[in-house]
C-alpha cells in the first residue's frame, strides 16, 4: 500500500492507524485518504485552503461514479471530526457539503424458468471428446453449485474432494468472503450431479491425485475464466444476453455468473412465501446458507416481494451489493 506524500502526511497516517485499531480493513481505510492525499499534492494545497469551497470544488473534479464521490467524502468528513477532536482543526470543513446522488444498480436476476434453461444450455455444451470431457463436466458442476446452492464462483473452485461428504449431502466451504467458514447441505438434484461427475472422473482418471473437487488438468483446480466463458455461452444460447445499461440514477446488470446467487436467493424466499410461511423469519437461516456475515444483508432480498410491476426488480446501493 502507497505512503502518504501531502503535507498532512502526519495526520492522515494517524487517522489511518487509529480506524486499524478499532478493527477496520486497511484496504478499506486507505484507498478515500489516499486519493485526498494526491489531490492535495495536484493542488498545492496548504492548511489554509481547507475551506469548505475546497471540497465543493474537490467534489466536482472527482470524475468517477457518485457512489466512488461520496465514499471518498464520507472518510474524510469522518478524518476532519477525528482532528476536531484531537484539537488540531478548529471545525469541520465537510460538515455542510451533501453527497451527490447516489446511483442504484439492479443486477440481473435468473427466474426458475431461466435458471433451468441456463442449465440446460451449459450441459448439451459439454465437448465429448476425451481432451476436453471431464473439464467440461467440472465446469458444468460449477454452474450447477452456483445455480443450486447460491455459491459465490470461487468457492466451488477451491473446494478440496474431502470437503465433500457424500454421506451428509454435505460440503463444507471455507475460509471464503469476510473469512467465513460453513456446512450447508446439498439439495439432490446438484448431489446427483456431485455423484456423478466423480463417478465418471474415478473411470476416466483411476489414478487422479488431484486434490480438489471440480478438477482440471495437471493437478490443478478450475479458473474462474473458464466457468464464466461457459456461463456467458449459455446465456447467449438462451437468448438472454444483455448489455449493461444506465437509465437515469439506475445501472441495470447484465447477466453475470453472480446473478445465479441473487437468483437462488431471490427465488428461495419466493418459495417460502408461496408455502405460506413468512421470508422474514427464514432470513437467519437462508444468511447462514449463503455465507453472509450478518442475517440484515440477506434483508436487502426482501425488496423483491414489493416489485410487482418488474418482477424480480431489487435496486442495491454498491456497499449493499458488495456484502451479498
Not at 457539503?97 to 434453461?117: A, C, H, M, N, W
Not at 460449477?142 to 474432494?161: D, F, Q, S, T, Y
Not at 470437503?163 to 475460509?175: A, F, L, N, S
Not at 468472503?177 to 450447508?184: G, P
Amino acid at each position: 500500500m502507497k505512503h502518504f506524500e501531502s503535507f498532512m502526511a502526519p495526520q492522515l497516517q494517524q487517522y489511518a492507524d487509529y480506524r486499524q485499531a478499532l478493527g477496520y480493513a486497511k484496504k478499506c481505510i486507505k484507498p478515500p485518504l489516499l486519493a485526498f492525499d494526491r489531490y492535495l499534492i495536484e493542488q498545492n494545497a496548504s492548511w489554509d485552503q481547507l475551506q469548505p469551497a475546497f471540497f465543493l470544488q474537490l467534489r466536482a473534479k472527482i470524475s468517477d461514479h457518485p457512489n466512488t464521490v461520496n465514499t471518498i467524502l464520507s472518510a474524510l468528513r469522518s478524518f476532519f471530526q477525528f482532528l476536531v477532536r484531537q484539537d488540531i482543526c478548529d471545525n469541520n470543513p465537510l460538515k455542510d457539503i451533501p453527497p451527490l446522488p447516489e446511483r442504484y444498480f439492479v443486477p440481473f436476476v435468473f427466474s426458475p424458468g431461466q435458471t433451468e434453461r441456463l442449465l440446460q444450455a451449459a450441459g448439451q455444451n459439454i465437448r465429448k471428446t476425451p481432451k476436453y470431457f471431464l473439464t467440461d463436466m467440472a465446469i458444468y458442476l460449477a454452474i450447477v453449485l452456483l445455480a443450486r446452492c447460491g455459491m459465490r464462483i470461487n468457492e466451488p473452485l477451491r473446494m478440496h474432494r474431502d470437503q465433500y461428504c457424500r454421506h451428509d449431502g454435505t460440503v463444507y466451504i471455507e475460509k471464503t468472503k469476510f473469512r467465513k467458514d460453513r456446512l450447508i447441505p446439498v439439495p439432490q438434484i446438484a448431489l446427483t450431479q456431485i455423484e456423478n461427475y466423480l463417478a465418471v472422473r474415478t473411470a476416466l482418471r483411476a489414478d487422479d491425485q488431484n486434490p480438489y473437487l471440480l478438477a482440471a488438468r495437471k493437478q490443478r483446480q478450475l479458473r474462474g475464466r473458464q466457468v464464466r466463458d461457459a456461463f456467458h455461452q449459455a446465456v447467449k444460447d438462451i437468448r438472454i444476453s444483455q448489455p449493461k445499461q444506465v437509465i437515469g440514477n439506475i445501472t441495470f446488470g447484465k447477466p453475470l455468473p453472480h446473478s445465479l446467487r441473487h437468483g437462488f436467493a431471490i427465488n428461495t424466499l419466493n418459495q417460502i412465501k408461496a408455502r405460506g410461511n413468512c421470508p422474514q423469519q427464514a432470513l437467519p437461516v437462508l444468511a447462514t446458507y449463503m455465507g453472509h456475515r450478518k442475517y440484515q444483508y440477506t434483508a436487502a432480498y426482501l425488496k423483491v416481494k414489493d416489485a410487482r410491476d418488474i418482477p424480480g426488480l431489487i435496486a442495491f446501493t454498491k456497499s449493499q451489493l458488495d456484502v451479498i
